[in-house]
């Protein structure tokens, strides 16, 4: 730092008290006597003196929008004055003004006396003033306004609020002893807190946060500090005082150097605005003016710069990977030397040596090695690994790291230039350069020089190339010379250069700056110019390291003009060194396209790699594999590299030159560039020809425009590809037209287009495709995936052979559409037994399980009856099985039938029975479960309903029976209330039960009463003749099944019955056959019996208190005699027997059900079938043929 004297200027017998600089800088407003005096600060000459003080005047203050200044006197007035220096406003205090302070945001004015402190503001008519304990000697606002401080003698600082009010207060440990006498805040705005730096005359300088608390320690001053204030930006603090001088410090009060020494106290001093010079005010009147001039101070090695930082840090930065330390030394750094691992740091008193902890080219920790605790006066500091070694004038000096002078070199002139240019640690080498134009070469283990070369001009720069081959030297003309260094030869020269550097990673590669230029020369090439400010210091790979001002940073510069320079003289190795250091990636690319189309696929493939381009290291690699091989045809990779390039006709060109026409066509083919390929194989060649418009079709099929592709494919008559395309897009029209003029003999072509036809669900024109083709099993198979299913039972019919395709899948489609009792016949008609009884049993289960018993019944009836079906076409011993089946599947469809009463009695809340039906239901289905009882029927409902219904009619007996039968069995909890309940009541009714209902089982064979309940089943127990039982009411019905003696067939016994019986009396029989199609139904003829013995009844007699039944046999004569209106039969189809039943009873009119043979009263079958329109059992409609 030099501090040079712009001007000065002597007011005679007057003190300087205080100094104000205009915000913009123009002026400057000084303290003198009982005058203001206004200077201009570029000259120091006086502009106007301002009168209007009657007292000496203590403290001026500017406001910072530049339109108003105050001043202060010993006369106890403030004068406000415009910046027309015109006075516009006079207040008082009741003190003489000691400082004045304008608020920075709101421009309000703080005027301080040795009683009090007033604030003003234009807006305001009066002064708000407020009293203190002691005298104030100076006051500053905060950077934001909202803040003030007072320096007090009594050694107290009080800062207040805008409004005056005291928010923190700070004693000074020396109380009035110290009085505070300048005080100002950092303008800096890069702190976090506002900092108040503090001087006392205990010769003190102190520094305090806002809140009061103190930063680091009180630094000790050696005079009285009269002034105060920061520098520049808040960098430095300017301080002046008892010593006569004035000085500059750090911001945390780290003394540098002296601005001005003066001959009296240096009562104020200030730092004109966003500039580096300071004026200074003195008790004897001199106004100096100084302008400081900052230094730089710095080291380079390659990649990392070091420089001084606010004169006491050094910043250690690395230029490639922008990181930086910083090295606090607490003193002014005087000089910066960096070599490899090392760093030097001279200080005014001594010299530090660093070192980095690891050998990493990317660590930035320091750490101190050796101190050198000397003072030294020296131009130039340079570092190498075991020596410092110290330039002074003339004379060079090595030290060692212990202080020891090894060795010293005087010059026959001033040094100018010198650098470390490398070697072993402890012998590295200098290149120095005097002012008489000589360069020498220096090793520090050598007491003698070595003169390199003899300039007739004194030498500015110096470097050396990286083999030591050739010097370049920048004359004090601005002339870059280069010379070999061991011939001594001037290689070439280029003017206007003031740095020069070569490329540390490239022998031929140098840079040069000068005239705002970078110069960059590659060999003996032409030089290479861009822009650029500052100046070159060093060249590294792509990077050039630039100093501008005091910032140095690293420019990466492509090296793409010498690498040009190299391709042009096709020297692709050396454009390969240069692109090495540093191109954009389009050189990159520019370099391998060059290398390839010049055969050196060595220097490409390397190229290429750094591009990351597969697909021509793909055809290097091809290439260099065949040349493995034994290919050494150069026209013919050359051809390829055109092909890859683009270079379509050239390379066709060279593919016909070396005999290689294919290529040429599937290089034209692949392109789709169609014309250029017929143009090259000309129209002498058909199958060319015709190959090429196939292809031409493929790429309009890759290329989006499938009907072109489609109609070129069956010009060049590839039909299956047009018909596969045009399915693809569903273009049916086209697809019909092509099928309509195939002939029915290409059935593969048609086939195709059938089943694309199938595919677009276009049914009629696959139908029409099939009948084209006469492919009958295929028109089926199409009908039935298209479930149209009317034209495949038409083709089954015509064609039986398929009957077993149609009504399989149409069994199927109907199960899968929950038509499962037609899926059933379906089946059934397809021949496909098994299948037609697993849905039934499917049915049948479902049915159980979801308590539908009505549809249970009629399911197990319709399994009976597919097992008597199966019955007749299978062998002996599986007849028997089936119609085994058969009779346990009758049985349990009755049951089920019977039960689905008794299910909605239990559950539901009304039922349709009445008590009379149910009671017999109930009686029905307990004398017929067998010891397993089936799935979904329950015991305990039945005997509940019997139990309420025998209660209901009288039969208290059975009732009572029913109710001890429950408390056996896990009875519901819903239920069991009114069980209890019942057990209870019906303990008072009589113990047996209604004559009227033991007379309804009376045997009407054995004319035996038997009981409500049987346990031997729904047999006689007097003749063990079976009930027959209307399936409607359960009662049983006066009917006597018989059996046809041995010798009488079905067909006889029919025509017996049916014959006219010959006595005349039997026109008064009592019963008439009424015949109503296909029911057989008995009615009573009013008349009288003639009571003539019947052969029947003499047939019914048998041996009473027998223990097996005794069937009644009848012969023909017994038939004869018989009545056809008397008989009903159930006509079984084969394998079964026919069943012969004789009615008893002449006031009974009774109906059959042709196809389940179920008996009914009349009445009650009419009723049935008027409500369901079915067969309540089977569920044949009325009008459907048996």
């Known amino acids: ?235 430095y603090i300017v301080l002046g005082g008892s010593d006569k001088q004035a000085s500059l410090y750090t911001k945390d009060g780290v003394r540098l150097g002296t601005i001005g020494e003066q001959s009296a106290w240096v009562w104020t001093c200030r730092v004109k605005p966003d500039s580096n010079f300071v004026v200074l005010g003195c008790q004897d009147g001199t106004i100096a003016c100084y302008q400081l001039i900052f230094s ?111 060795k010293e070199w005087v010059m026959e002139s001033l040094i100018r230039y010198i650098k470390v240019i490398g070697g072993s640690p402890g012998r590295e080498g200098l290149l120095v350069g005097l002012k008489n134009g000589a360069i020498l070469k220096i090793f520090v283990d050598n007491p003698f020089p070595i003169t390199l070369l003899k300039l007739s001009t004194s030498v500015r720069c110096l470097d050396m190339s990286a083999s030591r081959n050739k010097l370049a030297v920048v004359d004090e003309h601005n002339t870059l010379l280069v010379y070999d260094v061991v011939s001594k030869e001037l290689l070439f020269q280029e003017p206007n250069a003031n740095s020069v550097a070569w490329n540390t990673q490239c022998e031929d590669m140098l840079c040069f700056s000068g005239n705002g230029y970078l110069n960059i020369k590659a060999s003996n090439f032409p030089v290479h110019q861009q822009k650029m400010q500052g100046f070159m210091v060093g060249y590294n790979g792509s990077k050039i390291f630039c100093l501008h001002v005091y910032a140095m940073s690293a420019v990466e510069v492509p090296q793409s003009a010498p690498m040009y320079q190299y391709l042009e003289r096709k020297m692709y190795k050396e454009a390969y060194q240069i692109a090495c250091l540093g191109v954009t990636d389009s050189d990159w690319r520019d370099l391998a396209t060059d290398a390839l189309e010049g055969l050196d696929f060595d220097t490409a493939k390397k190229a290429f790699i750094r591009i990351r381009d597969l697909r021509y290291l793909e055809l290097i690699n091809s290439i260099e594999e065949r040349k493995k091989r034994g290919e050494s045809d150069n026209e013919l990779f050359l051809a390829d590299v055109y092909a890859y390039q683009g270079k379509f006709h050239e390379a066709a060109q060279l593919y016909k030159r070396t005999g290689h026409q294919p290529r040429a066509l599937s290089m034209y083919t692949d392109l789709r560039q169609f014309e250029y390929a017929k143009d090259f194989v000309g129209a002498t060649d058909p199958k060319s020809s015709r190959i090429l418009m196939t292809k031409q079709a493929d790429w309009a099929k890759s290329s989006k425009e499938p009907r072109a592709a489609a109609e070129m494919y069956l010009s060049a008559g590839e039909h299956l590809k047009a018909i596969d395309l045009i399915g693809e897009h569903g273009w049916e029209d086209m697809l019909i037209d092509i099928a309509r003029k195939l002939d029915k003999a290409e059935r593969e072509l048609l086939a195709k287009c059938a089943l694309h036809f199938k595919r677009l669900k276009h049914h009629g024109y696959a139908s029409e495709t099939y009948s084209k083709m006469g492919d009958l099993e295929a028109l089926v198979q199409l009908h039935v995936e298209t479930c149209h299913w009317e034209e495949a039972f038409s083709l089954a019919g015509k064609h039986p052979q398929f009957k077993n395709s149609v009504f399989v899948p149409y069994a199927q489609w109907l199960a899968e559409h929950d038509r499962f009792e037609e899926a059933q016949k379906a089946f059934h008609k397809a021949g496909r037994q098994n299948e037609a009884v697993k849905v039934l049993e499917q049915l049948t289960h479902n049915a159980v399980v979801e308590n539908r018993f009505s549809d249970a019944g009629y399911y197990y009836w319709m399994l009976s009856m597919q097992c008597m079906d199966i019955a007749r076409a299978e062998s002996e011993a599986q007849r028997d099985e089936m119609l085994k089946k058969f009779e346990s599947f009758q049985h349990l469809a009755e049951l089920y039938h019977v039960y689905r009463s008794i299910q909605r009695y239990t559950d539901e809340p009304f039922s349709s029975h009445m008590p009379e039906t149910l009671f017999n239901i109930c009686r029905f289905l307990l004398n017929n479960l067998a010891k397993d009882i089936p799935p979904g029927i329950s015991k305990v409902n039945t005997l509940y309903a019997l139990a309420k219904q025998s209660r209901r009619l009288g039969a208290y007996k059975l009732a009572r029976y029913s109710y001890e039968k429950l408390q056996e069995l896990h009875v519901p909890s819903r239920f069991q209330d009114s069980v209890e309940l019942g057990s209870l009541n019906i303990r008072s009714k009589p113990f047996h039960d209604s004559e009227d209902l033991i007379e309804g089982m009376m045997c009407y064979r054995c004319s035996t009463n038997n009981p409500l309940l049987n346990s031997q089943g729904s047999v006689c127990i007097n003749c063990r003749q079976p009930f027959i039982y209307s399936a409607s009411s359960y009662e049983v019905l006066p009917l006597v099944q018989f059996y046809l003696e041995e010798g009488v067939g079905d067909e006889e016994a029919v025509s017996l019955i049916d014959l006219e019986v010959p006595p005349a009396d039997q026109r008064d029989a009592r019963w008439q056959d009424v015949d109503h199609g296909e029911l057989q139904t008995l009615r009573m003829n009013e008349r009288l019996d003639d009571a003539e013995e019947d052969p029947f009844t003499a047939k019914m007699s048998f041996e009473q208190g027998g223990s097996t039944f005794v069937p009644v046999k009848v012969g023909r004569a017994a038939l004869r005699s018989m009545s056809r209106r008397d008989v009903l039969i159930k006509r079984w189809p084969r394998p079964l027997n026919w069943e012969y039943f004789r009615s008893l009873l002449p006031d009974v009119s009774i109906t059959m059900c042709p196809t389940c043979f179920k008996m009914f009263h009349s009445e009650d079958y009419e009723l049935l079938v008027l409500q369901h329109n079915c067969c309540p059992y089977c569920r044949r409609p009325i009008d459907e043929q048996n």
């Open 1 to 235: 730092m030099r501090a040079v004297l712009a001007w000065k200027e002597t007011i005679r017998d007057q003190c300087i008290y205080d100094l104000a600089f205009k915000p913009d800088g123009s002026q400057l407003i000084i303290a003198a006597g009982l005058r203001v005096l206004v200077y201009d600060v570029a000259d120091g000459t006086i502009i106007q003196p301002l009168k209007g003080h009657k007292d000496t005047v203590y403290c001026v203050a500017y406001a910072k929008d530049g339109k108003r200044f105050a001043s202060g006197s010993a006369d106890k007035s403030i004068i406000i004055w415009t910046s027309k220096l015109e006075g516009i406003l006079r207040y008082t205090h009741n003190d003489s003004i000691q400082c004045v302070a304008y608020n920075p945001v709101t421009h309000q004015l703080a005027s301080c006396s040795s009683g009090d402190f007033g604030l003003w503001s234009p807006e305001q008519k009066s002064v708000n003033k407020h009293k203190v304990s002691s005298k104030i000697t100076c006051c500053g606002w905060t950077n934001d306004g909202q803040y003030l401080a007072l320096g007090m003698m009594n050694g107290v600082v009080s800062i207040r609020n805008k409004n005056g009010e005291e928010k923190v207060k700070i004693e000074r440990p020396g109380g009035s002893s110290s009085p505070i006498w300048s005080i100002v805040w950092n303008p800096s705005k890069d702190e976090h807190n506002d900092i108040l730096a503090v001087a006392d005359w205990g010769q003190k300088l102190s520094f305090y946060q806002l809140s009061g608390k103190q930063i680091g320690k009180d630094k000790t001053l050696t005079y009285d500090p009269c002034c105060v204030g920061y520098f520049s930006k808040g960098e």
């Open 296 to 406: 730089t101070v710095h080291g380079l090695y390659k990649d990392r710069y070091a420089y001084r930082d606010s004169m006491t840090d050094v910043i250690v930065q690395h230029l490639i990977t922008e990181q930086k330390v910083r090295i606090k030394c607490r003193e002014l750094v005087k000089k910066i030397a960096i070599y490899r691992n090392r760093l030097a740091i001279q200080l005014p008193e001594k010299i530090l040596i660093y070192e980095l902890y690891s050998d990493d080219s990317s660590d930035m920790h320091y750490r101190i090695k050796e101190k050198i605790c000397r003072k030294f006066e020296c131009n130039l500091l340079v570092a190498c690994s075991q020596h410092i070694i110290l330039c002074q004038e003339k004379r060079l000096q090595s030290l060692s790291f212990t202080s020891v002078k090894e």
